[in-house]
């Protein structure tokens, strides 16, 4: 089994922790959005939206998040002799669902300092376009996602989108804060795929330093978040990245990429 991932990709992070959690072995390619790894030729023939993460097994190969975790959930039930009793209720699957449904792309963007954003959004331009003129049969796909990139641009500027995307976050921790008044994780006191979607959305939150905000208010969801932070599926898939010292190493270290590619016009 392979995964290609990248640490800043949420919803790698989701799948990770989803393997971690079932203990299953798999193979680790990492490929990194911000320096445009997602744009080779190679990975982009597989799959030309670009997104991540991709699992494969044999020749069956996922690209949704959601599918992805129901999948690796039934592997660890057959490899345990398990059926589907054991599989996750109906309201694991509800919570799963729920948090999916909110896209993190602008909310994210909108927080990162327009000095780096803009710097990052330009260098994958020109590698789009330098991976188009390599691969002129892949032209139209790689179109797409220049004009993708674009519009991506736009709709920053507008405040009505960055609102929704704000108000439909503050539904889910306002949900969740609900539920944690109640039990020791989202769905009961077992921690469930509901909780492995969960995290890294918390995650996020603290690495654009809108912890005190969004979690710190609400007093559950911030006890959780330090119990599931002890978890070693957190350390591994995520902390060993961003928890403390190392988010400036991890951040600092694409920037420096990405500056240097740019001043080399090496794309």
């Given at each position: 089994?392979?995964?290609?991932?990248?640490?800043?990709?949420?919803?790698?992070?989701?799948?990770?922790?989803?393997?971690?959690?079932?203990?299953?072995?798999?193979?680790?390619?990492?490929?990194?959005?911000?320096?445009?790894?997602?744009?080779?030729?190679?990975?982009?023939?597989?799959?030309?939206?670009?997104?991540?993460?991709?699992?494969?097994?044999?020749s069956h190969i996922l690209?949704?998040?959601?599918?992805?975790?129901?999948?690796?959930?039934?592997?660890?039930?057959?490899?345990?002799?398990?059926?589907?009793?054991?599989?996750?209720?109906?309201?694991?699957?509800?919570?799963i669902y729920k948090i999916?449904?909110?896209?993190?792309?602008?909310?994210?963007?909108?927080?990162?300092?327009?000095?780096?954003?803009?710097?990052?959004?330009?260098?994958?331009?020109?590698?789009?376009?330098?991976?188009?003129?390599?691969?002129?049969?892949?032209?139209?796909?790689?179109?797409?996602?220049?004009?993708?990139?674009?519009?991506?641009?736009?709709?920053?500027?507008?405040?009505?989108?960055?609102?929704?995307?704000?108000?439909?976050?503050?539904?889910?921790?306002?949900?969740?804060?609900?539920?944690?008044?109640?039990?020791?994780?989202?769905?009961?006191?077992?921690?469930?795929?509901?909780?492995?979607?969960?995290?890294?959305?918390?995650?996020?939150?603290?690495?654009?330093?809108?912890?005190?905000?969004?979690?710190?208010?609400?007093?559950?969801?911030?006890?959780?978040?330090?119990?599931?932070?002890?978890?070693?599926?957190?350390?591994?898939?995520?902390?060993?990245?961003?928890?403390?010292?190392?988010?400036?190493?991890?951040?600092?270290?694409?920037?420096?990429?990405?500056?240097?590619?740019?001043?080399?016009?090496?794309?």
């Amino acid at each position: 089994m392979q995964l290609y991932h990248h640490p800043y990709s949420l919803d790698s992070q989701k799948v990770r922790i989803a393997l971690e959690e079932k203990n299953i072995d798999y193979t680790s390619f990492h490929v990194n959005p911000i320096t445009g790894k997602n744009f080779d030729s190679s990975f982009f023939r597989m799959n030309p939206s670009a997104k991540l993460p991709v699992f494969q097994n044999g020749s069956h190969i996922l690209y949704n998040t959601v599918e992805i975790i129901q999948y690796i959930e039934r592997i660890a039930m057959v490899s345990s002799g398990g059926n589907d009793s054991t599989l996750s209720s109906g309201e694991v699957v509800e919570w799963i669902y729920k948090i999916q449904q909110w896209n993190p792309k602008f909310f994210t963007l909108s927080h990162v300092p327009p000095k780096y954003r803009l710097s990052v959004t330009k260098f994958l331009r020109r590698v789009i376009i330098a991976r188009m003129a390599e691969c002129p049969e892949l032209a139209s796909a790689y179109h797409r996602k220049l004009k993708e990139a674009y519009e991506t641009e736009d709709k920053l500027k507008d405040p009505e989108i960055l609102r929704r995307s704000e108000e439909h976050l503050e539904r889910i921790l306002d949900e969740a804060e609900r539920k944690l008044s109640e039990t020791t994780y989202l769905v009961g006191e077992e921690f469930t795929l509901a909780d492995v979607v969960f995290i890294p959305l918390l995650s996020r939150l603290a690495l654009l330093n809108l912890e005190e905000k969004y979690i710190n208010t609400r007093l559950n969801v911030a006890e959780y978040w330090n119990v599931v932070q002890e978890r070693p599926s957190y350390r591994k898939v995520i902390g060993k990245y961003f928890h403390g010292w190392r988010r400036q190493k991890t951040l600092l270290k694409t920037w420096c990429f990405v500056r240097i590619r740019s001043l080399l016009k090496q794309y």
